[in-house]
């Protein structure tokens, strides 16, 4: 089966920011840190942001898993860093919908993590895509617990994404 000019792009794509990821290490002053890890398939995320007001003004990650969770947390980084944490929520659940194949991708809003919707295809490797992703909602709930706003749980805690 031939890949598609468009599939041998994503395909590249992903490959790239698993080779070479955006925001790799760590920061020095992080105002949240969060470790998440997908047992079935051995990724672990350590995500920390470092905050400035409602603005996310840094995110780094480390850790270690296979190429999508690396290119997807590669991709969150870049997709959040100058967001608030209100358009980050919404950032991440538009991104868990479309790994999902429940909406169309939008590159406006997700940039280049546009192209880990194919992995609906192959149901378990969503958890591969989605963990950077879940860090990045543990950790502002987080922070916003911390902060005394709102008494938030994740709307995906205990969900198989």
């Not at 997709?79 to 991708?105: H, M, N, S």
Request: charged share 25%; net charge negative; hydrophobic share 40%.
């Amino acid at each position: 089966m031939a890949l598609s000019k468009l599939e041998n792009l994503y395909r590249h794509v992903i490959l790239d920011h698993s080779s070479h990821p955006h925001n790799y290490g760590t920061l020095e002053n992080a105002d949240e840190q969060i470790e998440l890890n997908n047992p079935t398939c051995g990724d672990v995320i350590t995500l920390q942001l470092a905050m400035d007001g409602d603005i996310i003004k840094a995110a780094k990650f480390s850790g270690h898993g296979c190429s999508i969770s690396t290119a997807s947390a590669s991709m969150m980084t870049d997709v959040v860093i100058g967001k608030t944490k209100a358009e980050a929520l919404t950032l991440a659940e538009e991104f868990f919908l479309l790994v999902q194949d429940k909406i169309e991708p939008n590159e406006q809003h997700l940039g280049e993590a546009i192209v880990l919707n194919g992995v609906a295809k192959f149901p378990a490797r969503i958890k591969c895509a989605t963990l950077a992703w879940k860090a990045l909602e543990r950790a502002i709930l987080q922070d916003k617990k911390e902060k005394g706003e709102e008494q938030a749980e994740s709307p995906h805690e205990g969900e198989i994404l």
